[in-house]
């Protein structure tokens, strides 16, 4: 476990980065290019993932998944300065909390949930498995090797 000093730097860098990408009250039928309440611009790539999950997510919770790790992985490929790596072990980990990141801010846009249950969508057991079947069918698209968390 990190020191206590390395948490509170790693939240600071975490709440930081969360607030560059955040999602505040945002709703399907607003598709406009500011944050509500922050005025920041959402980047467009962000807005083509969550329209294509929410798409995904009318068929099923893990084709919405799906979508998000495949448009994921074009994002990072084309923006990798959005990877934490100062907060992550790798490059993975990285992805994985971005991922994290995008879930949250994508329930928040498209059911205008609040941050904390967004959050709470996300820890639920359920999602969990269901993540973690999405990931292992995605690295078997991409014939990656599977590894199961122990």
């Known amino acids: 476990m990190a020191s206590l000093n390395k948490q509170h730097k790693r939240a600071k860098r975490a709440k930081?980065?969360?607030k560059q990408i955040r999602m505040v009250g945002r709703k399907p039928a607003e598709m406009d290019d500011d944050?509500?309440?922050?005025?920041?611009?959402?980047?467009e790539y962000t807005l083509a993932m969550f329209s294509k999950m929410r798409d995904a997510e009318a068929i099923s919770r893990n084709d919405?998944?799906?979508?998000?790790l495949s448009n994921l992985a074009e994002i990072i490929s084309d923006h990798?300065?959005?990877?934490?790596?100062?907060?992550?072990d790798n490059e993975a980990m990285a992805a994985t909390h971005l991922a994290a990141d995008m879930l949250?801010?994508?329930?928040?846009?498209?059911?205008?949930?609040?941050?904390d249950a967004a959050q709470a969508w996300l820890t639920d057991p359920q999602f969990i498995t269901d993540f973690g079947d999405a990931l292992d069918s995605y690295r078997q698209s991409l014939d990656l090797p599977v590894?199961?968390?122990?």
């Open 64 to 68: 919405m998944l799906l979508t998000l």
């Open 147 to 150: 590894e199961k968390a122990e």
């Open 80 to 88: 990798p300065e959005l990877l934490d790596m100062e907060n992550a």
């Open 35 to 43: 944050l509500g309440e922050l005025g920041e611009p959402i980047p």
């Open 16 to 18: 930081a980065k969360a």
């Open 104 to 115: 949250i801010d994508y329930r928040m846009w498209a059911d205008g949930m609040d941050r």
